[in-house]
């Protein structure tokens, strides 16, 4: 036997990906599959669970000769899938339509009446925010509105549901999934009989729930022969993209904060248990038995940036944009920017949240917006990381990753705003990395989910200024005011 090579199968919303490692966490080689999107209506977000499923096969495929692995050199491989997809599919798991995925929104009335009924009382249970993202709601705007494929649906699958049963004939689900469905009592770790009344969907419709750590059945042989590897290699379930990056960031240990800003962002931790948010500004998803992770996620990362980049007809790069902003003061010169342009997730859970530009006056230029757009986007975050704290308390170590830490002058604000040290990982694939420690720890390779730690890349370390960071706390004080004052006009 020559090299020791682990993967992870992520599949994402942007994209699937296969990634090839080596024991310690050392990229061996890379595939990614971009996935098409489609949106027939206003607020109505779909893709083809085929066209992803294909993508996974050849994204193993590719990594494999990519990296030329023979294999005895495989040791397993762990899955990770993006959160909130709901599809129907008949008896012999075919699917009725398109999938729905997280930022679906055509379920917004029935978020709203839900909240203003019993909604606090499922949320306390399944540690899932009231909100259209959630497949409860999905399913619950499905029954409402007579949908045919959910009228003639056998089974409720999510994306990676999906692919387990045509790549293993199992109908499994891990913990994080399952939680993310909205329909799982975090502390129980079963179905939620209530939540399951009002998707108006039965027990027998869902998947077993599995821990992250249970090793599949053999690959089909026809799949493994497309891909061009033994049947018999060991695939592990693992669990959701959110858990799956903090573990890939080393972030499992209280008090451990980890921070993804791309497109979109999200700030999480793991807990002992299963505590939830009395506020409604923070999820908890089961992970292990006794382990779930607490987070929110926001809509508006990098995506902002990249509106007012557009906004702006700027034709330069990111980059460009953002070096023109670095001679621009602290508070952007009084500019405050709530960078809820895509509606918004944690803190408010309001898909009908707006963006806003407070403070503007005609000696502002566009390197003004910019770094208002940049300090808005990391209150965001550091507003629902206060949230978190009242469960975990102060965070003792963070981590970030994602496309906006390619921008110093960002990851700077973060370390300032924060006033903490942000640890900058040296890799993108965070969920590709815990979905390969998850498998490494299902087959006996290695004995915790701890001991990642050791098998980490290198981390570079941003320094906060405190003199900065009082002034931004005074800035945020400002910021969560405007926040709330203004959230009755988001309708």
């Not at 209506?41 to 066209?51: F, I, L, N």
């Not at 129907?88 to 917004?108: A, T």
């Not at 405050?336 to 949240?353: D, H, K, M, S």
């Not at 949230?387 to 981590?399: D, H, M, R, W, Y």
Request: aromatic share 8%; hydrophobic share 40%; net charge negative.
């Amino acid at each position: 036997m020559g090299r020791k090579l682990v993967a992870g199968l992520d599949l994402g919303t942007t994209s699937v990906k296969a990634v090839l490692f080596d024991l310690r966490g050392k990229l061996i080689a890379e595939s990614e599959k971009m996935n098409t999107t489609y949106y027939p209506h206003a607020e109505w977000v779909e893709q083809d669970p085929h066209e992803i499923e294909r993508s996974s096969v050849r994204a193993m495929k590719e990594v494999m000769e990519k990296a030329d692995a023979e294999d005895d050199e495989l040791l397993t491989v762990g899955i990770s899938c993006a959160m909130h997809s709901i599809i129907c599919v008949d008896e012999r798991f075919e699917p009725l339509s398109n999938m729905l995925i997280w930022s679906d929104g055509r379920s917004s009335a029935q978020a709203e009446e839900l909240l203003q009924s019993n909604g606090m009382d499922i949320y306390e249970r399944t540690g899932t925010p009231i909100h259209p993202m959630s497949p409860l709601l999905k399913l619950r705007w499905m029954k409402e509105t007579n949908d045919e494929a959910y009228q003639k649906a056998t089974y409720f699958m999510s994306m990676k549901e999906f692919l387990l049963q045509k790549w293993f004939g199992k109908r499994v689900v891990d913990y994080a999934m399952a939680s993310a469905s909205g329909m799982l009592n975090v502390e129980a770790l079963d179905w939620d009989e209530e939540a399951l009344e009002l998707a108006g969907v039965k027990r027998e419709q869902l998947s077993q729930i599995v821990p992250p750590t249970e090793v599949l059945p053999a690959l089909n042989p026809s799949i493994a022969e497309e891909i061009g590897i033994d049947p018999q290699i060991p695939f592990v379930i693992g669990a959701a993209d959110g858990q799956l990056a903090n573990l890939g960031s080393g972030a499992i240990s209280p008090g451990e904060v980890a921070v993804s800003v791309g497109t979109s962002g999200a700030i999480r931790q793991f807990i002992k248990g299963a505590g939830v948010n009395e506020k409604h500004e923070t999820f908890t998803y089961a992970f292990t038995d006794d382990t779930s992770i607490i987070g929110g996620a926001t809509n508006n990362g990098g995506i902002a940036l990249q509106w007012l980049k557009d906004l702006l007809d700027f034709t330069g790069s990111h980059d460009e944009l953002t070096a023109e902003a670095e001679e621009v003061e602290i508070g952007s010169d009084g500019i405050i920017f709530l960078p809820y342009v895509n509606g918004e997730r944690a803190p408010l859970w309001n898909q009908r949240a707006k963006g806003n530009f407070y403070g503007l006056s005609i000696g502002h230029k566009k390197e003004h917006l910019v770094r208002a757009v940049l300090e808005g986007i990391t209150f965001n975050i550091y507003h629902i990381g206060k949230s978190l704290e009242e469960i975990a308390g102060k965070p003792k170590k963070i981590s970030v990753n994602g496309g906006l830490t390619q921008s110093p002058l960002w990851v700077q604000i973060m370390a300032d705003v924060f006033g903490q040290e942000i640890h900058l990982s040296d890799t993108h694939h965070n969920a590709a990395w815990g979905a390969a420690w998850t498998a490494l720890v299902g087959i006996g390779n290695v004995q915790s989910f701890e001991a990642i730690k050791e098998n980490m890349p290198v981390e570079k370390v941003i320094q906060p200024n405190m003199k900065n960071h009082e002034m931004y706390t005074e800035i945020y004080e400002k910021y969560e005011k405007i926040s709330k004052e203004l959230a009755v006009y988001f309708t």
